[in-house]
């Protein structure tokens, strides 16, 4: 049974022509290989976990590039490398 405080958090990128997608950030220790998204076959990729009540920023890697989430309205703020990371609110 998970504890009352966590959240399960979907998160999706679409690729159909990628080979890998990962996900990478604030919950992980970025790094991209320890959360994979799976494909479907109309090139979504997706990625489930609980997480805690909290803010956390994120990223995806795709076949070797940093991505920002492509949903609409998501949050970003700045990172030391001159690009952006995305936000979550789990509440």
């Known amino acids: 049974m998970k504890n009352k405080s966590t959240k399960a958090t979907l998160f999706e990128f679409y690729a159909p ?3 890998q997608v990962g996900l990478a950030g604030t919950f992980n220790g970025w790094d991209a290989s320890k959360n994979p998204l799976k ?3 109309a090139g979504n ?3 489930s976990m609980f997480l805690e009540s909290g ?3 994120y990223r995806f890697f795709v076949d070797g590039n940093w991505e ?3 949903r609409p309205n ?3 703020v ?3 490398f001159g690009t952006w990371n995305c936000v979550v609110e789990v509440r």
């Open 17 to 19: 022509s990628a080979n």
């Open 39 to 41: 494909k479907n076959n």
């Open 45 to 47: 990729w997706s990625f």
């Open 55 to 57: 803010r956390y920023e």
């Open 68 to 70: 920002n989430d492509q």
């Open 74 to 76: 998501v949050a970003c």
């Open 78 to 80: 700045p990172n030391a």
